[in-house]
């Protein structure tokens, strides 16, 4: 039931309003956006068409001008002066030179601005200029610049502003061409004063920071607001985008641009003078120009303020009128909550608890099972003994169901990440299946990739748990055929890897209505199959949940009567440490041939693929009659080194068969291997050793176990020698004790018993302790190698025991392993916080235990085993040495410290290293690393304090040692 939160209420409001709130910003943004491009747009048109009217009125002035020179071009009397003269002394002797003369100084009286004015001969052999031009002889009408440019236009030219020689006055002249009948008679120049330029453009308003400029057709500057640029000047040639305009500005074009001028970005719009070619630009500071600008971003800020205060308040007031009719509901809803939570609560503690009480009992029955199956019982005995284990660990999976499906749904279900190879989890699997698999005639085939990466990065307690109820499920519906797990790869990335898991059967498969409540927990498919198979069903309702924590979903598919398919793909991190493919056979196998005899035929293919992973090449047939044909033929050279035999094929029909295969490889050099379950390994053990295969393979087959079985039989066929019967088996020659001594804190009597038994199975020598008191009792006087320690003790627990131990700096290092039934992660998280080394879960696995014995005791007192290797087996000499070692070695430390006390250093190092190389022989593991470092920091100048520690540990563990050979003759 959901809630009502006050809080929750005020989250929502809030988020309303920021919503709305960003909503009314980005709006008022998007329309000051849109009101300042209009704005800008229409700034912008206007400055460009002051750039324009400015052209057109600079232009005005140009027309004018040129009509005046056009005009002058077409007077008939000009035309008829310039037709009748030829030569310059008839220039002053013309009729027409007076009338000519008159009319130009008429010209230049109308018009201020006009300097002069000209009427040239083509040829310039002659020349009439107005009042106060200069005709004197000693200079040429040609050296005018204005004569100078081509005058082929039938348009008016004006030059490019010159200062005149004759008045120092700066000008520019407007020239056109005398024509008449197509016939060039001479030029009509009228030199124009530029003083009147500056009048007219400062005439010309552009707000308080605004100017004009005037270019001439080369871009020289004719107007300026800076006297000093005046006619000497180019604009092109300025620096930056102004001298970028300049260029534009001569080549004719029009615009408006910003640029950068002594560091104030202004707006130049500029326009070409098309009468004259010159060009004007006008100038605006942007920060005047966009002065409207301000005003509207101003008045938009204003309206979004006064629309924001608008909606805050309705939003405040419709948030006081929701949480008034919400607050009394809320209480009657939380106190609700409340309820179903210390419900939740108290139904989890009590799966908890009651799976702790359950676990603690199992573990002693399961233990003692286990312990009984090594003795010696009849027949029926045996078979009472394993159906006891076996619903031993039914009841088992039973109580971990129910405690993860109570996880799940309390949500304290966590999924770890840690680096594991699939490998092995594919083993431990087919291990596992072996045993559900029972006296069932189905074959269990389990296809990997060899693509597969060797480490991955998941939780692969989750995925072996999933993979186990899916599997065992088949297992359980299926009476014939076959159920088969594969695992492919589904798509691979640079650090991520996707794997395909499909668990396919041949079993009773389901409806469509029963597959409607498939994932239901306690529900199966219906009553009948219940009472028929047995089971909660949780196992699937499990797996759905897990692997839709690990990235994944669960699919399923099925046929009444033709079975069910389970699939799933999910994500794993691919590990950096990639050692590479580890299942190699050593040099010199690569293509040796294999005969594989299975009846099964997918079976046969998974089994071939293997062999090929391995650089071998399989021959496979289908059943026993075909691989003895197949086998006669070759006539007594048998070309295989390796014979898979399937003993569950249909024509497999017992020792007579077998006998007939055996005559066939009897003096080859092929080994044959057996592949059958675990029931018919027993039943294979009952024939006559002499047609019994080398080595039995027990289905189902994983990749790992087929190379463990190739590697032992390739070295089996390597070696040259057969083992005697002197050699030590495991229970041979044991020494109680020898891999350690580990103080054991319980206070269960039967779980006493079955661990100190499994302890010394395993080669410890183990020490009761019933509560924490007598842990630290034991602890003074004996170094231990481990301390087991129970969490729940009478008078002093685990957890205050641990505590203690910790605070006496001289065991900070000794590993501390809790044993708890307790399955709950907060609680093995508190062993680890009070300073527990790890975690041991009753009932207590033999196999977790011998790995947990082998990481925190990896070194033997004594490794007899490997004695026994270098000895050959010989256990009389290894009593002799031992019995010789207690004798020369009981006073050894003494005899060193007085030598070293005389100061005989070269003796003393002589016998601490004869001590190093009899530790060595006897594999006396520890002592033999105490004295090889006693004896490398041992020299002539030998420091105190080193040396004094050196021999206490040396004292320490000669004398462990020999306790342990004490034990045997004593």
């Known amino acids: 039931m959901k809630v009502f939160e006050e809080g929750y209420a005020k989250k929502l409001t809030y988020l309303m309003l920021i919503t709305i709130v960003i909503a009314f910003v980005l709006t008022g943004n998007i329309v000051l956006l849109q009101t300042n491009k209009i704005i800008k747009d229409e700034i912008e048109s206007k400055l460009t068409l002051q750039s324009k009217a400015l052209a057109d009125q600079i232009n005005a002035f140009f027309m004018q001008k040129g009509a005046m020179v056009r005009q002058m071009s077409t007077n008939q009397t000009m035309i008829n002066y310039l037709k009748t003269v030829q030569s310059r002394n008839d220039a002053l002797t013309s009729p027409y030179y007076g009338e000519v003369s008159s009319e130009l100084d008429a010209i230049k009286a109308q018009d201020k601005t006009v300097e002069f004015v000209w009427v040239v001969s083509k040829r310039a052999n002659f020349y009439i200029g107005s009042e106060g031009a200069k005709t004197r002889s000693d200079w040429n009408i040609q050296e005018r610049p204005w004569f100078k440019d081509d005058l082929s236009s039938e348009e008016v030219i004006f030059t490019e502003p010159y200062i005149d020689y004759l008045t120092g006055k700066l000008v520019t002249s407007g020239v056109l061409e005398v024509v008449e009948n197509e016939a060039v008679l001479g030029v009509i120049a009228v030199d124009i004063l530029l003083d009147d330029i500056p009048g007219i453009m400062e005439t010309y308003v552009m707000g308080h920071t605004g100017y004009p400029i005037l270019l001439s057709r ?26 970028s305009i300049g260029k534009k500005m001569i080549a004719g074009e029009k615009g408006l641009e910003i640029a950068s001028v002594n560091g104030h970005k202004e707006y130049i719009g500029y326009a070409p003078i098309s009468y004259s070619g010159w060009s004007v630009a006008t100038v605006l500071l942007t920060s005047e120009a966009l002065e409207q600008l301000k005003y509207a971003k101003r008045l938009s800020l204003i309206i979004n303020v006064i629309s924001i205060c608008i909606l805050v308040s309705m939003l405040y007031f419709l948030l006081n009128y929701m949480l008034r009719g919400q607050r009394r509901i809320q209480a009657e809803l939380v106190q609700a909550k409340e309820e179903a939570e210390e419900a939740n609560k108290a139904k989890t503690h009590f799966l908890a608890r009651m799976s702790h009480e359950i676990r603690t009992p199992m573990n002693g029955i399961i233990g003692l099972s286990e312990l009984m199956q090594k003795t010696k019982m009849t027949v029926k005995q045996q078979d009472y003994q394993g159906k006891i284990l076996t619903s031993s660990h039914v009841l088992l999976r039973l109580i971990n169901e129910l405690l993860d499906f109570s996880k799940i749904e309390a949500g304290k279900l966590d999924i770890e990440k840690v680096a594991f190879h699939p490998e092995e989890i594919v083993r431990r699997l087919s291990d596992m299946l072996g045993i559900y698999l029972g006296t069932k005639q189905l074959e269990i085939i389990i296809e990997t990739e060899s693509e597969i990466p060797m480490e991955l990065i998941g939780d692969p307690h989750r995925l072996e748990q999933v993979l186990l109820n899916l599997c065992s499920n088949a297992i359980k519906f299926t009476e014939r055929g076959f159920v088969s797990l594969s695992i492919t790869v589904d798509y691979q990335l640079q650090h991520e890897i996707f794997l395909h898991f499909v668990v396919e059967d041949t079993g009773v498969g389901l409806t469509a209505e029963q597959m409607l409540t498939l994932f239901e927990p306690f529900t199966q498919a219906d009553g009948s199959t219940s009472r028929r198979y047995g089971g909660t069903g949780l196992g699937l309702v499990i797996s759905q949940n897990l692997i839709k924590m690990m990235g994944g979903r669960l699919d399923a598919s099925s046929r009444l009567g033709k079975g069910s398919v389970f699939s799933c793909t999910l994500p794993f991190e691919i590990s950096s440490n990639q050692r590479g493919n580890n299942l190699y056979l050593s040099q010199g196998y690569e293509d040796m041939p294999v005969l594989i005899v299975e009846d099964h035929e997918r079976m046969r293919k998974n089994l071939a693929n293997m062999v090929k992973s391995l650089d071998l090449s399989p021959t496979c047939l289908t059943g026993w009659q075909e691989a003895i044909h197949h086998l006669e033929q070759q006539a007594g050279e048998i070309a295989y080194s390796i014979i898979f035999l399937d003993m569950e094929a249909e024509d497999m029909y017992g020792v007579e068969t077998l006998s007939r295969l055996a005559a066939l490889v009897r003096g080859s050099h092929s080994i044959t291997i057996a592949m059958t379950t675990e029931y018919g390994r027993d039943e294979l053990a009952k024939i006559e050793e002499a047609v019994q295969p080398n080595a039995v393979l027990i289905k189902p087959i994983n990749r790992i176990d087929l190379f463990r079985s190739l590697q032992a039989a390739f070295e089996q066929k390597k070696e ?170 009981v006073s050894f430390v003494d005899r060193l410290q007085e030598t070293i006390r005389t100061g005989d250093y070269s003796t003393a190092k002589r016998m601490i290293h004869t001590l190093s190389g009899v530790a060595g022989n006897l594999s006396a593991e520890r002592l033999f690393i105490v004295s090889k470092q006693f004896e490398e920091k041992f020299n002539n100048s030998i420091d105190l304090k080193r040396y004094q520690e050196c021999m206490k540990e040396l004292r320490q563990q000669l004398n462990d040692v020999l306790a342990l050979v004490h034990e045997i003759y004593d």
Not at 220 to 243: A, D, F
Not at 738 to 761: C, M, P, R, S, T
Request: with cysteine; aromatic share 8%.
């Open 218 to 243: 080369n871009g020289t500057i004719m107007y300026h607001p800076r006297p000093e640029l005046i006619g000497k000047e180019k604009l092109s040639e300025q620096p930056g985008g102004v001298g």
């Open 720 to 889: 040259s020698y057969f083992v005697t019967n002197q050699l030590v088996h495991k229970d041979d020659f044991l020494i109680r004790g020898y891999k350690g001594k580990i103080l054991l804190a319980e206070d269960h009597e039967i779980n006493q018993q079955v661990a100190v038994e499994l302890l010394q199975d395993h080669g410890f020598s183990a020490t009761i302790a019933r509560n924490g008191h007598e842990v630290l009792k034991n602890l003074d006087g004996t170094r231990w190698d481990l301390i087991l320690m129970d969490v729940h003790m009478p008078e002093m627990d685990g957890y205050e025991a641990t505590l203690l131990v910790r605070q006496d700096k001289r065991y900070k290092s000794l590993p501390i392993v809790a044993m708890t039934a307790s399955v709950v992660k907060e609680e093995h998280n508190n062993c680890y916080r009070v300073g527990m080394n790890g975690v041991l879960t009753k009932p207590i696995d033999p196999k977790v235990l011998k790995d947990m014995l082998s990481e925190y005791v990896p070194l033997p007192y004594l490794d007899i085993l490997k004695a026994m290797e270098r000895l050959d087996g010989k256990i009389p000499i290894y009593h002799h040495m031992l019995k010789t070692f207690a004798w020369e070695y």
